[in-house]
């Protein structure tokens, strides 16, 4: 496996977990990732190693026994010179965690169970982040060839609140030539706001103000508006530099994370739909379901579930193969979205079998009338690449609240009623009503 950036000597990495297991996983994922990996069972231990070896990162358990995570993190900011940034690994829930480990001087955390694309980003982006904070902090007469190699955005703001230095990777991602940003206001030059917010006011060095606290600032997914008025996606990280306990400048460093962002919404999309008809899938129904109905149950409204299973579709794929049934499912799909209003909803469980989700229906006639279209328009032969197809569909209703009070109890009632319609003839519907000593009534067919 490639390292994760070229370097010329290799990256020194502390792992400091009382889970022996997570140890593990930890030295064989960074060491795949060419990174030197030292272990640490607890607090104590590594506070021992710190002290005779020198760390590019520490990976730091935030609950361990004994010293925990943020008082090993302090103790390691107070005791160096030069100490290396920390990222916490938890599987805590509680906000007071995260808080402690932030006032400790941690740079940021992850979670359990561990994402390890994300884990590999966000090293990445922590060791380039401090490799340019340090380069600034320990400036020397190229330190600005150096930064001007550097892949992220690096902006340097001086005490009047000036820019005072910019890379070209930072004019690239603003649209700005250099000449044009150097002695402006940070402020009018970096429009920024807080993910999906329309508000471009976020000071992103707000170190500068007299009563705001006196540290980096880390944000994440921020939108940044560039020359020409278009807008990126941005993780940045904001350092304040000191001259004594004076801040006396600033420098910003921040990441475009727009392609990061698009591979989550496409990885996001393709979790919740389905690939052939792009509609939305049985993973998607099953968190969608029982939200309708906490949602009919606190407005008081009926809510309908039809589960079609389509007739003859199984000659249709014996007779001319899978492609063209995947192409007649396609068609299906269409027929059945294009009838339904803006507050219905239709999922693909899989196979040849749909539902239905009627959130806006008044009472069971409208349920029906729903179910006879579907019907009538699944009878309507299917052309495809020249092949004329005949299918049907056998559709079971559940009605909430009349026959079922959750998700599951309404999918299994309208399950066995769409057999039911199978058992007598297919190509009908049938609603599910339970009645007196457990024997179920299946009524309402298509005339």
Same mark, same amino acid.
């Given at each position: 496996m490639a390292a994760l950036f070229p370097s010329t000597s290799i990256s020194s990495i502390l792992v400091v977990d009382d889970d022996e297991v997570i140890r593990l996983f930890l030295r064989q994922f960074l060491e795949g990732e060419l990174f030197n990996v030292i272990e640490a069972e607890?607090?104590?231990? =590594?506070? #021992?190693?710190?002290?005779?070896?020198?760390?590019?990162?520490?990976?730091?358990?935030? =609950?361990?026994?004994?010293?925990?995570?943020? +008082?090993?993190?302090?103790?390691?900011?107070?005791?160096? #010179?030069? @100490?290396?940034?920390?990222?916490?690994?938890? =599987?805590?829930?509680?906000?007071?965690? $995260?808080?402690r480990s932030f006032d400790a001087g941690a740079i940021d955390y992850i979670r359990k169970p561990i994402h390890w694309p994300v884990l590999k980003n966000r090293i990445r982006y922590i060791l380039e982040a401090h490799k340019s904070q340090a380069d600034l902090e320990r400036v020397s007469e190229n330190y600005e060839m150096i930064l001007d190699t550097a892949a992220n955005g690096i902006c340097g703001v001086d005490k009047k609140k000036q820019i005072n230095y910019i890379n070209p990777a930072a004019s690239r991602m603003l649209g700005?030539?250099?000449?044009?940003?150097?002695?402006?206001?940070?402020? #009018?030059? /970096?429009?920024? +706001?807080?993910?999906?917010?329309? +508000?471009?006011?976020?000071?992103?060095?707000?170190?500068?103000?007299?009563?705001? @606290?006196?540290?980096?600032?880390?944000?994440?997914?921020?939108?940044?508006?560039?020359?020409?008025?278009? $807008?990126?996606?941005?993780?940045?990280? =904001?350092?304040?530099? /000191?001259?004594?306990?004076? $801040?006396?400048?600033?420098?910003?460093?921040?990441?475009?994370?727009?392609?990061?962002?698009?591979?989550?919404?496409?990885?996001?999309?393709?979790?919740?739909?389905?690939?052939?008809?792009?509609l939305p899938n049985r993973n998607y129904f099953h968190k969608r379901l029982p939200q309708a109905i906490s949602l009919a149950e606190r407005h008081n409204r009926m809510l309908c579930l039809l589960f079609i299973d389509l007739d003859r579709f199984k000659p249709v794929n014996d007779t001319y193969g899978h492609a063209i049934g995947d192409m007649v499912l396609v068609q299906v799909a269409n027929r059945l979205s294009k009838m339904l209003r803006t507050s219905d909803s239709i999922c693909r469980l899989g196979g040849d079998e749909f539902v239905i989700l009627l959130e806006s229906s008044g009472n069971i006639k409208g349920c029906e009338m729903v179910a006879a279209k579907a019907i009538k328009s699944l009878n309507e032969p299917i052309e495809v690449d020249d092949h004329v197809c005949y299918i049907g569909a056998s559709i079971g209703i559940s009605v909430f609240p009349e026959d079922c009070s959750n998700a599951e109890t309404m999918l299994r009632h309208a399950d066995i009623a769409m057999y039911q319609a199978k058992k007598k003839g297919r190509n009908c519907f049938y609603l599910f009503n339970e009645l007196k000593d457990n024997e179920v009534l299946i009524s309402g067919q298509l005339p």
């Open positions: 607890n607090g104590e231990s =590594a506070l #021992e190693l710190i002290a005779t070896n020198s760390f590019d990162l520490i990976l730091l358990d935030i =609950a361990m026994p004994g010293l925990d995570g943020p +008082s090993v993190c302090k103790k390691i900011k107070n005791t160096l #010179e030069f @100490p290396p940034p920390v990222l916490m690994i938890t =599987a805590l829930e509680d906000d007071d965690s $995260v808080d700005y030539d250099t000449g044009e940003v150097l002695g402006r206001p940070y402020r #009018e030059i /970096f429009c920024v +706001s807080m993910p999906n917010s329309d +508000s471009f006011d976020v000071d992103c060095c707000p170190f500068f103000e007299i009563d705001a @606290p006196k540290n980096p600032f880390q944000y994440d997914e921020l939108q940044i508006k560039r020359k020409k008025g278009d $807008v990126f996606s941005a993780d940045c990280k =904001a350092t304040p530099i /000191f001259n004594g306990p004076d $801040v006396v400048g600033g420098v910003m460093v921040f990441e475009d994370v727009t392609e990061r962002l698009q591979a989550q919404n496409i990885i996001r999309y393709m979790a919740d739909h389905d690939s052939l008809t792009n």
